[in-house]
């Protein structure tokens, strides 16, 4: 199994950063992406970012393109979101999650490991 751990969340303005963690730990050689997803109360978990370990590749949603930064230290097995010029509407619970696959990470069915989410507020 691979676990996973968040931490970073918190309360920030409008127009402010958060740098969120994604801690991976056991058999992390079963992980080649980790994507991020946030869910706000009564919607969906949505797609934000993704990116495979060797951090070739990353992947962003159209809504946080520009703003939000993935990165990955594979000496750390640690992934990371830099979130910048935050909007009310990013208020969410973010969730990293682990894939064995490389492309098509905007979809949950690809994780097969979640952390247990970090809550990010952002006030107008």
């Known amino acids: 199994q691979v676990q996973l751990v968040e931490s970073g969340g918190g309360l920030v303005q409008a127009g402010g950063s958060l740098r969120l963690s994604c801690a991976a730990s056991g058999r992390t050689f079963r992980s080649y992406a980790v994507g991020w997803f946030r869910q706000a109360p009564g919607k969906e978990r949505e797609f934000v970012t993704a990116?495979?370990?060797?951090?070739?590749?990353?992947f962003y949603a159209d809504s946080v393109k520009g703003r939000f930064t993935v990165s990955s230290d594979n000496a750390k097995n640690t992934v990371y979101l830099q979130m910048n010029s935050l909007k009310p509407e990013d208020t969410a619970v973010y969730y990293c999650?682990?894939?064995?696959?490389?492309?098509?990470?905007?979809?949950?069915?690809?994780?097969?490991?979640w952390g247990q989410g970090t809550q990010v507020t952002v006030s107008s």
């Open positions: 990116i495979t370990w060797s951090g070739a590749s990353t």
């Open positions: 999650a682990s894939s064995r696959w490389s492309t098509g990470l905007a979809g949950t069915d690809l994780y097969d490991y």
